[in-house]
């Protein structure tokens, strides 16, 4: 196919296959002005710094500023930022993306002193504030989770030092992300034709899906040789970016990293203990799955670029970008025909940046600012996971939406924690459709597989990733120094515990950790397996309770972050502060593994 050959350049893009980034900025020099009037406005909210406390329509005044000034910035970065993944190796949108990050950090050491000001207001002259001045009932949530974090936050000098050191501390996730996506090449290999395809981030886990197991070794083996060879490079860099979270969690007043991650969404740390704690007491599952995959490959020796190998092999389903669209609406009809609407908005105004090009950034994302309706970056290759990224991120920008409608700016956003769960639930939903809209056999085998591969790749890899996060983090803590080689020798030895004894633990797998461009975002990834799990059930409510459960899901996709994630999945109907959900999961993901060797059996 022609999309395995040499990639196009971002201009020969075609516009349709493209996101409207001039519904944000029409132009640069739109967004210059913009980004000026930042840089003019931060003077007036440094006027308020000393008098917060003075009065309720100073404190109004201000947290209003500070709204305004964060709405312009997030546009300012949403779409320097933007516009440099379009093709990382452009130097006029690098020095955007560069002079964005750099006001942000400016911004953010502006408006430190707020918080630390906030909290000397005594909480009686705040309960007057609030009656002097109706309109801070706004704010009510606001600051009584600020109060919430007091022990952490420190003086305005110090908050201020600390907001000024957040360019630094960015240091080793920026490196990383240049070495990433616009420095490492990986090599060339033969493809199943005897073609010469070289290995991308985009193309890797289609060529570890290839039938020919020729073809996935030397990609598995590619990729991850051009990795080893700068194993020390790269190491430093892991390293130091957890160094930077000890300093900052030290520095915070916070017990660990991992404390200091979750509070800020009010998370317990037992969430995240307990979800590692259940996927080990279940690894018995994870364990015949791999021995059900050794099995139907029949093979000898099942290694891990067998991972991905097909288990059904004379089902092709290669889907045109198209046609994916068209699969996901109809998936997704159960969420009703106001969420089909905005999908079909969506669709139909380019929030969609399709196809990889020459140095796009890797991988899929949602993202936007709050006015401009959202946007999806894929790199969409044809194949069936493709078909699911789409549904998946298009989970994101529709929760985006729906919150930026309902949400005052405040609010809008919404914590990481949530953010996967309306995603999830979109796969969830889609892959019901698709199973009950197949008569063939076969095709129902491909499909179940591909739900348990989304199993074994959200709730058992992802909780995987966690764990080595919160090794590496301890050791750290601990005084400890993270080398190239404790860093392969501990996830040398999860992979061996999470997929046990009938799976070749190749050396090559050691290097993994070194291509998880989320472990620069410390215990980001944990979010995946508890937001997979908490769509599971939530998924199952719509399908089998219909418009009741589908009102509560919109109303928690317009919640934004007016409450925190833990409660507004408590509304929704799901409960993540106990291990049922995950327990939940992994129930269906046992009945899905036996109707997988009852459909092969026959």
Same mark, same amino acid.
């Given at each position: 196919?022609?999309?395995?050959?040499?990639?196009?350049?971002?201009?020969?893009?075609?516009?349709?296959?493209?996101?409207?980034?001039?519904?944000?900025?029409?132009?640069?020099?739109?967004?210059?002005?913009?980004?000026?009037?930042?840089?003019?406005?931060?003077?007036? !909210?440094?006027?308020?710094?000393?008098?917060?406390?003075?009065?309720?329509?100073?404190?109004?005044?201000?947290?209003?500023?500070?709204?305004?000034?964060?709405?312009?910035?997030?546009?300012?970065?949403?779409?320097?930022?933007?516009?440099?993944?379009?093709?990382?190796?452009?130097?006029?949108?690098?020095?955007?993306?560069?002079?964005?990050?750099?006001? %942000?950090?400016?911004?953010?050491?502006?408006?430190?002193?707020?918080?630390?000001?906030?909290?000397?207001?005594?909480?009686?002259?705040?309960?007057?504030?609030?009656?002097?001045?109706?309109?801070?009932?706004?704010?009510?949530?606001?600051?009584?989770?600020?109060?919430?974090?007091?022990?952490?936050?420190?003086?305005?000098?110090?908050? *201020?030092?600390?907001?000024?050191?957040?360019?630094?501390?960015?240091?080793?996730?920026?490196?990383?992300?240049?070495?990433?996506? %616009?420095?490492? &090449?990986?090599?060339?290999?033969?493809?199943?034709?005897?073609?010469? +395809?070289?290995?991308?981030?985009?193309?890797?886990?289609?060529?570890?899906?290839?039938?020919?197991?020729?073809?996935?070794?030397?990609?598995?083996?590619?990729?991850?040789?051009?990795?080893?060879?700068? &194993?020390?490079?790269?190491?430093?860099?892991?390293?130091?970016?957890?160094?930077?979270?000890?300093?900052? !969690?030290?520095?915070?007043?916070?017990?660990?990293?991992?404390?200091?991650?979750? /509070?800020?969404?009010?998370?317990?740390?037992?969430?995240?203990?307990?979800?590692?704690?259940?996927?080990?007491?279940?690894?018995?599952?994870?364990?015949?799955?791999?021995?059900?995959?050794?099995?139907?490959?029949?093979?000898?020796?099942?290694?891990?670029? /067998?991972?991905?190998?097909?288990?059904?092999?004379?089902?092709?389903?290669?889907?045109?970008?198209?046609?994916?669209?068209?699969?996901?609406?109809?998936?997704?009809?159960?969420?009703?025909?106001?969420?089909?609407?905005?999908?079909?908005?969506?669709?139909?105004?380019?929030?969609?940046?399709?196809?990889?090009?020459?140095?796009?950034?890797?991988?899929?994302?949602?993202?936007?600012?709050?006015?401009?309706?959202?946007?999806?970056?894929?790199?969409?290759?044809?194949?069936?996971?493709?078909?699911?990224?789409?549904?998946?991120?298009?989970?994101?920008?529709?929760?985006? #939406?729906?919150?930026?409608?309902?949400?005052? #700016?405040?609010?809008?956003?919404?914590?990481?924690?949530?953010?996967?769960? %309306?995603?999830?639930?979109?796969?969830?939903?889609?892959?019901?459709?698709?199973?009950?809209?197949?008569?063939?056999?076969?095709?129902?085998?491909?499909?179940?597989?591909?739900?348990? +591969?989304?199993?074994?790749?959200?709730?058992? &890899?992802?909780?995987?990733?966690?764990?080595?996060?919160?090794?590496?983090?301890?050791?750290?803590?601990?005084?400890?120094?993270?080398?190239?080689?404790?860093?392969?020798?501990?996830?040398?030895?999860?992979?061996?515990?999470?997929?046990?004894?009938?799976? +070749?633990?190749?050396? $090559?797998?050691?290097?993994?950790?070194?291509?998880?461009?989320?472990?620069?975002?410390?215990?980001?990834?944990?979010?995946?397996?508890?937001?997979?799990?908490?769509?599971?059930?939530?998924?199952?409510?719509?399908?089998?309770?219909?418009?009741?459960?589908?009102?509560?899901?919109?109303?928690?996709?317009?919640?934004?972050?007016?409450?925190?994630?833990?409660?507004?999945?408590?509304?929704?109907? +799901?409960?993540?502060?106990?291990?049922?959900?995950?327990?939940? !999961?992994?129930?269906?993901?046992? $009945?899905?593994?036996?109707?997988? $060797? *009852?459909?092969?059996?026959?």
């Amino acid at each position: 196919m022609s999309n395995k050959k040499k990639l196009i350049k971002r201009s020969e893009q075609e516009k349709k296959n493209t996101w409207a980034i001039e519904d944000l900025y029409a132009s640069d020099d739109m967004w210059q002005k913009e980004y000026n009037q930042i840089n003019q406005m931060l003077p007036k !909210a440094l006027e308020y710094q000393g008098r917060l406390g003075k009065s309720a329509e100073l404190l109004y005044g201000f947290l209003q500023l500070s709204d305004e000034i964060s709405k312009l910035l997030e546009r300012v970065y949403v779409y320097a930022n933007q516009k440099y993944h379009e093709d990382t190796n452009n130097p006029i949108y690098q020095d955007l993306s560069n002079k964005a990050n750099a006001l %942000a950090v400016q911004v953010n050491s502006a408006l430190s002193f707020a918080t630390p000001e906030i909290l000397s207001i005594p909480e009686e002259t705040i309960s007057q504030f609030r009656i002097d001045k109706a309109d801070l009932k706004l704010y009510n949530f606001y600051i009584n989770d600020i109060l919430r974090q007091k022990p952490h936050i420190l003086s305005g000098e110090m908050e *201020e030092l600390l907001a000024d050191a957040g360019e630094m501390a960015d240091g080793p996730s920026n490196i990383y992300s240049m070495f990433n996506n %616009a420095d490492i &090449r990986f090599p060339e290999i033969k493809d199943e034709e005897g073609d010469d +395809v070289q290995i991308t981030h985009g193309r890797y886990i289609r060529l570890l899906e290839s039938e020919d197991r020729r073809v996935r070794k030397d990609a598995f083996q590619g990729l991850y040789k051009t990795y080893n060879g700068f &194993r020390n490079t790269l190491a430093a860099s892991f390293s130091s970016n957890v160094k930077q979270e000890v300093f900052f !969690a030290k520095a915070r007043k916070y017990s660990s990293t991992l404390e200091k991650a979750l /509070d800020g969404g009010n998370i317990p740390v037992d969430v995240y203990t307990n979800l590692i704690s259940a996927v080990h007491d279940n690894m018995d599952l994870m364990y015949r799955y791999v021995k059900l995959r050794k099995k139907l490959l029949g093979l000898e020796e099942l290694h891990m670029y /067998d991972m991905y190998a097909p288990l059904v092999s004379d089902v092709k389903m290669e889907v045109p970008f198209e046609e994916a669209k068209k699969i996901v609406a109809k998936g997704l009809e159960a969420l009703g025909e106001d969420y089909a609407k905005v999908l079909k908005e969506g669709y139909d105004n380019r929030w969609i940046d399709v196809y990889e090009n020459e140095n796009k950034r890797s991988g899929a994302y949602s993202w936007g600012a709050y006015g401009t309706h959202p946007y999806v970056l894929l790199n969409y290759n044809d194949t069936l996971d493709n078909v699911f990224t789409l549904a998946h991120e298009m989970g994101h920008a529709i929760h985006s #939406y729906y919150s930026d409608e309902t949400q005052p #700016y405040v609010y809008a956003g919404y914590r990481i924690f949530v953010a996967e769960v %309306a995603s999830t639930c979109n796969e969830s939903l889609l892959i019901d459709y698709m199973l009950k809209n197949t008569k063939d056999k076969k095709e129902k085998a491909y499909l179940i597989n591909h739900f348990l +591969v989304k199993f074994k790749g959200t709730l058992f &890899r992802q909780t995987m990733f966690a764990e080595f996060e919160m090794i590496t983090h301890r050791m750290v803590e601990q005084g400890e120094s993270l080398t190239a080689d404790n860093l392969c020798k501990i996830y040398h030895d999860l992979n061996k515990l999470y997929f046990g004894d009938d799976v +070749v633990i190749d050396s $090559e797998i050691d290097m993994e950790w070194a291509r998880i461009p989320h472990f620069y975002n410390a215990f980001y990834v944990y979010q995946y397996a508890t937001g997979y799990s908490a769509a599971i059930a939530l998924s199952r409510r719509i399908l089998n309770e219909g418009k009741p459960a589908v009102d509560d899901y919109i109303n928690f996709l317009s919640s934004g972050s007016s409450d925190y994630p833990i409660e507004l999945l408590k509304k929704a109907g +799901v409960d993540m502060s106990t291990k049922e959900p995950v327990n939940q !999961a992994l129930k269906l993901f046992s $009945e899905l593994l036996d109707q997988m $060797e *009852e459909l092969m059996e026959e």
